[in-house]
């Protein structure tokens, strides 16, 4: 049987219609107050979808974390595990943490970041997850690691009677540490991958004509001492080795690994981290090194050709100095 059409008139048909035909997700005396701008805002955001202020976060409150990874001029808000195991996995389904970092939650891993948040709350938030499955975690800012302060690079040491004589690269100023006085040292190793490409360009179309990769490595130690903030570095590259006096070999690899063992044995080995190079799986999840492009403009291929150079390269440095700075921020 045929329903009866609806005559009722298309205006009439408009006005009947609800004025909100979604439901709504939270009560209005649920809703957030922004304090800068004072428009409400649902209780599971930590900033504000008008103006982008941070918005005060309840302690127990369920947040919707956005997932974007910033850029690394950001400065983010880290959540960092210090110590535990996974007791809980359930726990964690709600901040959606990487497969590869889970596994190592499994094994006990400590001391590397599962998230780099815009705000503080949903650092906090990651961090509250993270403890009730049974991880220790903390809050670090990058603000903290004050990583806008270059390390201070050193050219030499001498090793004296429990005193070790610093002198900075391309000066002679000099800086006297007492040994007692060190506080850490982080070792590890920096990879430099560039990959070459040259291009043909027209007007329609780019084609490759050659690309190549190579890849440098290079161990780095960073040496913080007490009362001084940035810490010194010493590269393979550029440093006077002549302190290892008849155990000086003609490779310069091999003396940086002496060096690196005998100031080892003199700090000690509890003041000593050594497990940078193993973790970078874990850290290039949320301390991804960004690759920077060059274009060098047209070159000469071969007799009679040319094309388009083009180099990209990736280095792990920022990370290695993030890792460091974290380290000592967490002594």
């Avoid at 070459?196 to 001492?225: H, M, W």
């Avoid at 850290?283 to 060059?294: A, G, K, N, Q, T």
Wanted: proline share 4%; glycine share 6%; hydrophobic share 35%.
């Amino acid at each position: 049987m045929t329903e009866p059409a609806d005559e009722t008139a298309p205006e009439q048909q408009t006005t009947d219609l609800p004025m909100d035909i979604a439901v709504p997700a939270f009560r209005p005396d649920e809703l957030i107050a922004c304090p800068e701008c004072t428009r409400a805002n649902a209780p599971n955001r930590t900033k504000c979808m008008y103006c982008a202020a941070a918005l005060p976060v309840s302690e127990r409150a369920e947040i919707k974390l956005s997932g974007r990874l910033l850029e690394s001029w950001e400065n983010g808000f880290n959540a960092v595990i210090t110590g535990g195991k996974l007791a809980d996995e359930a726990v964690l389904e709600s901040i959606a943490i990487d497969r590869n970092v889970i596994e190592q939650l499994r094994s006990g891993i400590a001391f590397v970041p599962v998230l780099r948040g815009e705000t503080e709350a949903d650092a906090t938030y990651v961090v509250r997850k993270l403890n009730d499955a049974g991880i220790e975690s903390t809050v670090v800012a990058d603000e903290q690691l004050d990583l806008k302060s270059p390390t201070i690079r050193l050219r030499r040491i001498e090793f004296g009677d429990g005193v070790m004589e610093l002198t900075l690269f391309n000066s002679e100023e000099t800086a006297s540490v007492a040994v007692a006085d060190v506080d850490l040292i982080v070792a590890g190793t920096i990879v430099e991958t560039t990959t070459e490409t040259v291009e043909k360009r027209s007007r329609k179309e780019s084609t490759i004509l050659d690309e190549s990769q190579s890849a440098e490595r290079e161990l780095v130690l960073d040496i913080y001492v007490s009362g001084h903030r940035q810490g010194y570095r010493v590269y393979q590259r550029g440093f006077d080795f002549s302190c290892l006096g008849p155990d000086k070999a003609m490779i310069a690899a091999e003396n940086m690994l002496r060096f690196a063992a005998r100031l080892k044995e003199t700090v000690g080995h509890e003041r000593w981290i050594d497990d940078y190079d193993r973790k970078r799986k874990v850290l290039d999840v949320v301390w991804i090194s960004e690759p920077r492009s060059e274009s060098h403009g047209l070159q000469k291929t071969g007799i009679g050709k040319s094309g388009h150079l083009r180099s990209q390269k990736t280095s792990n440095l920022e990370q290695f100095t993030r890792y460091s700075r974290m380290r000592r921020h967490l002594l």
